[in-house]
């Protein structure tokens, strides 16, 4: 578990912070399925040298062994495994999340809102799912209540680091996620409408967040405050700026936000 928390803190410095205001045990399960994501991630975006598709198979063979047999070598998988097998995390989640790091091997646009949404419930909706599942434990009722609004909220995520990545995306790996995207025709107009069903999406989150039991409630409102931050920030950027540099939050306003969300959640207000 340590492992992934050093995974966590290092490539999501933000969720990190927020993760430190959960319960400890509910902590680290979090961060192992963080660790987790972000290995898989990564093995798509960043190891360019290698047989990316290899290596993922190889990832999620190792990952279906150390689940059934409970236990891997391999720090990250362990801890995965650990909080899957605990919290009952159920299999087609993780199946999901998986298809969708195959489809960044080959797929380099998407060409129509079923392409994406197909694409944003594997890499994020399901992630939120595994969390609350987490939160929930054995409160299999709440979790079904919550569950439309951890995918909102997974969604809205998603799509806010959709926006915040553009440029990457765009020139590094030679991806677009939005629905026939063409960088010479973003404008405001298509800045503006995008960021209205983000902020559509964060309204149901909310909702949710509202009934999550727990210092969770805690964590992820410090979450979404941090990107709906990120996400007015990007409102107000230059739609040619965003095509050009990745917008940021930083670091000192990272703990203001934190510390805002904790003194809401003391005084009742979230």
């Known amino acids: 578990f340590k492992i ?23 902590k680290t399960a979090i961060h192992g399925i963080y660790g987790f994501v972000r290995f898989a991630d990564e093995i798509v975006d960043t190891f360019h040298s290698y047989d990316k598709e290899y290596l993922l198979n190889k990832f999620e063979t190792d990952m279906h062994e150390a689940i059934e047999n409970k236990i891997s070598l391999n720090p990250v998988l362990n801890s995965f495994q650990l909080a899957v ?10 199946d999901a999340f998986m298809n969708s790091m195959k489809m960044d091997l080959t797929k380099k646009e998407y060409l129509s809102n079923a392409e994406t949404a197909a694409y944003i419930y594997g890499s994020a909706n399901v992630v939120g799912l595994m969390c609350l599942k987490v939160f929930c434990k054995e409160n299999t009722k709440l979790f079904g209540e ?8 997974g969604s809205a995520f998603q799509k806010v680091n959709f926006l915040r990545d553009l440029q990457a995306d765009i020139e590094l790996l030679e991806r677009s996620y939005f629905p026939q995207f063409d960088k010479n025709k973003f404008d405001e107009n298509l800045k503006l409408q995008l960021i209205a069903e983000i902020e559509q999406e964060f309204d149901i989150a909310l909702e949710g967040i509202k009934r999550l039991p727990g210092r969770s409630q805690l964590a992820v409102y410090t979450a979404y405050n941090y990107y709906r931050k990120l996400l007015i920030k990007i409102k107000h950027s230059e739609a040619s700026a965003i095509l050009k540099e990745r917008i940021r939050i930083s670091n000192v306003r990272k703990l203001s936000i934190m510390a805002q969300s904790a003194i809401e959640y003391k005084l009742n207000m979230i």
């Not at 490539?11 to 959960?22: C, D, I």
């Not at 605990?86 to 993780?94: D, G, L, N, S």
């Open 4 to 26: 992934s928390a050093v995974v966590t803190k290092n490539y999501s410095n933000s969720f990190y912070l927020s993760t430190l205001l959960l319960d400890k045990r509910v």
């Open 85 to 94: 097998n605990e919290y009952r995390v159920p299999m087609p989640y993780i």
């Open 146 to 153: 919550l569950v439309h609004s951890a995918e909102m909220l």
